[in-house]
């Protein structure tokens, strides 16, 4: 169906279409726009409340990984060593980030820590030991390390007066020689004195106040001093045996830094087998860990007490309580089962830094909203205080145990209404766009019809314009042939006229059928090309030649003017065919007495070659469109000059193909220049 621009079915289906409904839409959507304002108001009071609730949920779920990840470490405890032979067997134990200690207890029974032991809860001090002037005078020369001969001298006669000194110069008297012994490397001395000091285990010296764990552990380098390491080991287990067997400890901190110091000695030995090496490292793994709880229990054993005998536990099982700025919190049914009970301490730095990522996450997609998250001295921290006219929208208690505070704040109005119209104005933007998107793509696409309708008409005249031309010439060709057959035609100089226009004719339209074969083979690029090295200045010297004849007899004078040895890369038939259509149409648009001047010369990197003739001209407006497919200028039914309208797009297709460039200057009534610009052949 062909569509004429003034048909009103065409009209009418633009319009109501695209245009009138592209309007509507533009209307509703302006309309929507003024209401921002109000929308964003209210999206920010849906926003506050779901801001608030997202973020308790993300306390709240975080808090429940800590209890669930402490109600699985709790079934680990129950794999601790129970005694002395356990605790160099590999048993598992589950951190858990956020808290420091765990404590099982079945019922009011402590089931870890496991060890045994009455931590001593009583204040009463060591009493005091000071040093006599004549100590504090040898021990300010030991210091100081002068004349060690006299020391010692000094010390051994001090000894020899034992029965006349007191009991704490006795001892501050043999600690002096034992370090004496010691630094000399005099071990069999310092172990005798060692022997001596370790048969009062409550002795004390002014300088330490407890002497048993300093005594083991010089007892213990010795032995390693000596490489006597299998000796060394088995000291080391026979003080911990004592240890645990004695269920009772006075200082945790010296007892753990005995044992840390004698384990990572023996872990040191280069001799020590695989096995004993990984049972001893259990052993300082498993003892380091359970004297850590026993030292925290001890400090809060008042608390523990009153704290697993209270039975007021919410219904989730979960009771949160502080002792001395210590926040613990009790796991019990339903969490747990039967009378199982485990207490946990928050490690607060790393649980609040475990929680304060979660939310983080969450706050990240909340970048609009004004918050503040406080602890329980008001320290902020996540978020940013706002200014003092700052209007508190809500606050709200996070977590259980934690007592911090969610604090949201209502926008500045004038913040939002600077935002909502620089939103508006980007609104207003993307439908004005869409708008004139829509009327432009519109007019192409009208534009686009038009242009078909266009093509189709010349392809009309295209097809009218070439049977006129195949008619003309077989008319001819047929009206002659019959005159000739039916012997109408008797002198011989009239069948050598005759048959001198049929061959012409049939030259005519041998040319027309061959410039619509080239055209077609270009156009479904079946056109096979075969490139090679070719004198531009040849090829137009024969198709000069071949119609200079033809321009003579029509009253048309050629000149020409090339240089020889211009070569390019190039199909020689397809150039030949450019340079025939150029000069043709030079011939058949230049009136007599006229003129055409051809010539090839070569420029820098390029060789040229131009058509100018004194013909008809082509006005500015046209000249866009000569090398468009059936288009010709002027009216096809009235032009005197008949063509197919092929010429000059074969011509700017062969050109394309050798990537030449080709141009006009012409005006009307003052003749035309085509010029076609090649590049070298190297």
Not at 263 to 269: E, H
Request: proline share 3%.
């Amino acid at each position: 169906m062909r569509l004429q621009r003034s048909n009103s079915i065409l009209v009418a289906l633009f319009f109501g279409g695209i245009i009138l409904p592209t309007a509507i839409l533009a209307f509703l959507s302006f309309r929507s726009i003024q209401n921002e304002l109000f929308l964003a108001e209210k999206n920010f009071e849906e926003n506050l409340t779901s801001f608030q609730k997202e973020m308790a949920e993300a306390v709240k779920r975080e808090q429940h990984s800590v209890l669930q990840e402490t109600k699985t470490a709790s079934q680990f405890l129950y794999e601790q060593p129970q005694n002395f032979l356990e605790f160099g067997n590999a048993t598992s134990f589950k951190n858990v980030d956020g808290v420091s200690a765990i404590f099982l207890f079945n019922g009011p029974k402590l089931i870890y820590p496991s060890i045994p032991i009455h931590v001593s809860q009583d204040n009463v001090p060591f009493p005091e030991a000071n040093a006599s002037l004549i100590e504090s005078e040898i021990f300010k020369q030991e210091r100081l390390q002068n004349q060690p001969g006299k020391i010692y001298l000094a010390r051994s006669i001090r000894l020899m007066q034992a029965p006349f000194e007191t009991h704490d110069e006795k001892v501050q008297n043999l600690l002096g020689l034992l370090r004496i012994h010691y630094n000399n490397k005099n071990y069999s001395e310092a172990l005798k004195i060692i022997d001596a000091l370790e048969k009062h285990p409550n002795i004390q010296g002014y300088l330490h106040v407890r002497l048993k764990e300093s005594l083991n552990l010089m007892r213990f380098e010795i032995l390693v001093e000596l490489k006597k390491h299998q000796a060394a080991q088995d000291y080391c287990l026979a003080v911990l045996s004592h240890f645990l067997e004695s269920h009772h400890v006075e200082d945790i901190g010296a007892t753990r830094f005995f044992f840390e110091s004698a384990f990572n000695r023996i872990l040191s030995f280069e001799d020590l087998d695989r096995d004993t090496r990984e049972a001893f490292w259990n052993l300082r793994e498993n003892l380091n860990r359970q004297l850590t709880h026993i030292e925290i229990f001890s400090q809060h054993q008042v608390f523990f007490n009153r704290f697993i005998s209270d039975y007021t536990s919410p219904k989730e099982g979960v009771l949160y309580q502080q002792d001395d700025q210590q926040v613990f919190f009790r796991m019990s049914h339903p969490w747990l089962s039967g009378d199982q009970v485990v207490i946990g301490m928050i490690q607060k730095e790393k649980y609040r830094t475990r929680l304060l990522t979660k939310i983080a996450a969450v706050a990240r997609e909340w970048k609009d909203i004004p918050y503040t998250m406080t602890d329980a001295n008001d320290s902020v921290l996540m978020g940013n205080l706002p200014d003092s006219n700052a209007t508190l929208a809500n606050q709200r208690a996070m977590g259980d145990g934690l007592g911090w505070t969610l604090t949201v704040y209502q926008r500045d109005t004038q913040e939002l209404r600077k935002e909502t119209r620089h939103k508006m104005l980007l609104l207003y933007s993307l439908v004005g766009f869409s708008l004139l998107t829509v009327i432009l793509g519109s007019f192409f696409v009208f534009r686009s019809l038009t242009q078909e309708q266009r093509l189709l008409f010349m392809k009309s005249n295209f097809l009218s314009s070439v049977s006129h031309e195949l008619k003309t010439p077989l008319t001819s060709i047929k009206m002659f042939a019959e005159m000739m057959a039916k012997g109408r035609v008797q002198k011989i100089e009239k069948m050598q006229e005759y048959s001198g226009l049929i061959g012409k004719e049939s030259t005519r339209l041998e040319n027309l059928i061959g410039a619509i074969l080239n055209y077609t083979r270009l156009e479904n690029g079946t056109q096979s090309f075969h490139w090679e090295r070719l004198d531009m200045t040849v090829c137009t010297e024969k198709v000069y030649s071949s119609l200079l004849e033809i321009a003579n007899n029509r009253g048309v004078t050629m000149e020409c003017n090339w240089e020889n040895g211009n070569f390019v890369m190039g199909d020689y038939t397809a150039l030949y065919s450019l340079v025939q259509n150029l000069i043709e149409n030079a011939i058949k648009y230049t009136n007599p007495p006229g003129h055409i001047f051809v010539q090839v010369f070569s420029e820098n990197d390029k060789v040229v070659f131009s058509v100018t003739d004194t013909g008809v001209g082509i006005a500015l407006s046209e000249q866009k469109n000569i090398f468009n497919d059936f288009y010709r200028v002027g009216d096809e039914m009235t032009r005197s000059t008949k063509g197919s309208g092929l010429g000059l797009a074969i011509v700017k297709r062969v050109a394309d193909t050798h990537k030449a460039s080709i141009s006009v200057q012409s005006r009307p009534g003052k003749g035309s220049t085509f010029t076609v610009r090649l590049k070298k052949a190297e």
